[in-house]
């Protein structure tokens, strides 16, 4: 006996007990254990079902109603347990019902024991191979039935054998309807002029059929679904076709996938083409790959031609270098962002073109394609600059100039003061000598008129003087009038209105009717044209504006110009009024100079208001427009 069936259990099914109990005692001495002897059918089951036999040695003539056969055949069906057949009849009618029942074996009495026990191991071994293979099947039915993907498993002649809950979704046939039919009545393709599925054609033709992408399956309720299809024969050692598997995998989520990553790809290009920056993606060896249509007017040339050329042919030389070093860094990953200034040549020559550069990388995976180049364009900056340097010294020489003109009119103030003091006494006296009559001859009365005279001249000229002083110190070109402040506002948020569309910002106007300021009205207008430019450009899309009164304070008329935008950090309030400081938003795609700030608060102290400022970072800010009620 092997050693592997040392353990085996065995049921004796005998009606006859001496015979059972000397097979019992056979079977021990062979080094089997008997687990229990059964002299009818209904006794055999209750031992099996309640021990597990691994093999049952069956008499076919048993005590009671059910025989040896119809007690072996439920125990096939129930237990799935082996059965060798002991018994004396061997007429073809009793072999017939006994071999539908599968037996491992059928012994006739008389036997030799050594029979026995070689078609025990027989059966053993052919019992344990067929559990094994029936795990096996188990093994590969319940991983078919966990994969993602739908798996149709065809017989020799293309008719579903077996199909995985997946392609029951999928095809909307359940497993235990599907089962025998051609499997073409299963897969049905939208548009599909090959009568042939694919699993035919991989057992016809004994090959793989590769993968046919987002085909249409039409399912078993008329509904369509994209799926990937393939197939491939499975054949046995002897290269004799046994059956086809096919495999669907749902190709909607992939197919929605590719929908997004196109429309993306599409943004992008949308975004690239019609940047107001310059923009290219450059190749690591230096080529232009692809530029937009704001680089070409840069550059003075086509995209055709820039791509003909070498990034590095027309950067300045000066600035080769340092763009060399700050593209190194970019590539080793210190940064995700490089930034530097740089000077481009134009195709066809001309002046070089001083450039703003940001740089960065762009990847697929792990790995670097190209360059992102944004250029924006100094030169405008540049001029700006330069013409802001020549007005601050323009203004630098007016201030000198006031400051003379001040100290001018000091001297004047003081000089005409010190002049009053004497002159005033000198015709005061030659008053008093024209009232008492001194000197009543001709020539006394004469030099005293002289006197007279030539001291009021004297006295209208230095009121001229202090005239022409006191016009000086308050020259500022402010015409203060009785002013609409709904009026102001109105006309400012009309010229306003295409920067607000442009930004997506909404603007709204709660002031209320008939308040009046005093105020130039042009600047006035001025100012608020600032504040609301400011509060448009840093607002959020979808933000607003919104501009209110107030009269909590009696006497005065206070202007609300309050937005959603991205508000002022706290540490950068301090730094708001300093001329040409923007708060960090130099770079940005935002245009302002830093100073309309500055210049609507002087306006407004000149006008005899006030301007206030508050925020809060991400929330919005709050613009306070003080003025006298009119």
Same mark, same amino acid.
């Given at each position: 006996m092997s050693t592997e069936h040392q353990q085996a259990r065995i049921l004796i099914v005998e009606d006859e007990v001496v015979v059972a109990l000397d097979l019992k005692m056979q079977l021990q001495d062979m080094g089997y254990t008997v687990i229990g002897i059964a002299d009818s059918g209904e006794r055999a089951l209750a031992l099996a079902r309640e021990w597990q036999p691994d093999l049952t040695l069956m008499d076919v003539r048993l005590k009671g109603a059910m025989d040896g056969v119809q007690a072996a055949a439920v125990m096939r069906?129930?237990?799935? !347990?082996?059965?060798? =057949?002991? %018994?004396?009849?061997?007429?073809?009618?009793?072999? #017939?019902?006994? /071999? +539908? %029942?599968?037996? =491992?074996? =059928?012994?006739? +009495? &008389?036997?030799?024991i050594k029979e026995l026990g070689a078609a025990i191991e027989v059966a053993l071994y052919k019992s344990l191979m067929e559990q094994r293979l029936r795990e096996s099947e188990r093994w590969f039915t319940s991983t078919l039935r966990c994969v993602q993907d739908g798996v149709v498993i065809t017989e020799s002649d293309a008719r579903v054998r077996f199909m995985n809950a997946a392609a029951e979704a999928l095809t909307g046939w359940p497993m235990e309807e599907a089962r025998g039919r051609p499997i073409g009545d299963l897969l049905h393709f939208s548009g599909a002029t090959d009568q042939q599925t694919s699993a035919e054609h991989a057992l016809h033709e004994g090959r793989v059929i590769g993968v046919e992408h987002a085909r249409r399956l039409i399912a078993r309720d008329g509904h369509e679904v994209?799926?990937?299809?393939? /197939? !491939?024969?499975?054949?046995?050692? $002897?290269g004799h076709r046994l059956d086809a598997a096919v495999v669907l995998r749902d190709a909607t989520e992939r197919l929605r996938h590719e929908d997004r990553l196109r429309a993306s790809e599409q943004r992008f290009r949308s975004a690239f083409d019609h940047a107001p920056l310059g923009m290219a993606l450059v190749a690591l060896d230096?080529?232009?790959?692809?530029?937009?249509? !704001?680089? *070409?007017r840069l550059l003075n040339g086509d995209a055709n031609r820039?791509?003909? *050329?070498?990034?590095?042919?027309? %950067? @300045?030389?000066?600035?080769?270098? @340092?763009?060399?070093?700050?593209? @190194?860094?970019?590539?080793?990953?210190?940064?995700?962002?490089?930034?530097f200034e740089k000077r481009y040549l134009p195709l066809g020559g001309g002046l070089p073109v001083s450039t703003l550069v940001s740089v960065s990388l762009l990847r697929e995976g792990d790995d670097t394609v190209c360059y992102l180049y944004q250029v924006h364009d100094l030169t405008a900056q540049r001029k700006a600059a330069e013409q802001l340097a020549e007005i601050t010294q323009q203004r630098m020489k007016a201030q000198l100039a006031e400051a003379e003109n001040r100290a001018k009119n000091e001297f004047l103030s003081r000089m005409s003061h010190e002049l009053r003091t004497p002159l005033n006494a000198v015709l005061g006296f030659a008053q008093l000598m024209k009232i008492k009559g001194i000197g009543e001859n001709s020539s006394a009365a004469a030099y005293t008129e002289h006197i007279l005279q030539a001291g009021q001249h004297l006295l209208m000229l230095v009121d001229d003087v202090l005239d022409l002083q006191r016009a000086s110190a308050g020259a500022n070109n402010l015409h203060v009038s009785r002013v609409s402040i709904e009026a102001s506002v109105r006309q400012t948020q009309e010229f306003l209105s295409p920067l607000a569309g442009q930004y997506g910002v909404r603007m709204e106007c709660e002031v209320e009717p008939g308040l009046h300021v005093l /105020?130039?009205?042009? $600047?006035l207008r001025q100012v608020l044209l600032n504040v609301g430019s400011n509060a448009i450009k840093y607002n959020? &899309?979808?933000?607003?504006?919104? *501009?209110?009164?107030?009269?909590?304070?009696?006497?005065?008329?206070?202007? @609300?110009?309050?937005? %959603?935008?991205?508000?002022? /950090?706290?540490?950068?309030?301090? $730094?708001?009024? #300093?001329?040409?400081d923007r708060l960090g938003k130099e770079r940005s795609p935002i245009p302002g100079t830093g100073l309309g700030l500055v210049i609507a608060r002087s306006l407004m102290e000149q006008m005899g208001g006030s301007f206030n400022i508050t925020s809060r970072l991400g929330e919005g800010t709050s613009v306070c427009l003080e003025l006298p009620a009119a």
């Open positions: 069906q129930e237990l799935n !347990a082996p059965v060798i =057949y002991l %018994t004396s009849f061997s007429d073809p009618e009793t072999v #017939r019902r006994a /071999a +539908k %029942t599968g037996p =491992y074996g =059928y012994l006739t +009495k &008389p036997f030799e994209a799926v990937d299809e393939s /197939a !491939a024969p499975v054949d046995d050692a $002897r230096g080529n232009f790959i692809q530029v937009n249509d !704001a680089l *070409c820039l791509k003909g *050329c070498s990034h590095g042919e027309l %950067t @300045h030389q000066e600035d080769v270098e @340092h763009e060399r070093d700050r593209l @190194h860094e970019l590539l080793i990953g210190g940064v995700t962002v490089v930034q /105020a130039d009205d042009v $600047r959020k &899309p979808g933000g607003s504006l919104k *501009c209110r009164t107030d009269l909590s304070i009696p006497g005065r008329v206070r202007l @609300h110009v309050d937005d %959603t935008g991205i508000g002022i /950090a706290p540490e950068a309030m301090e $730094r708001l009024f #300093r001329p040409f």
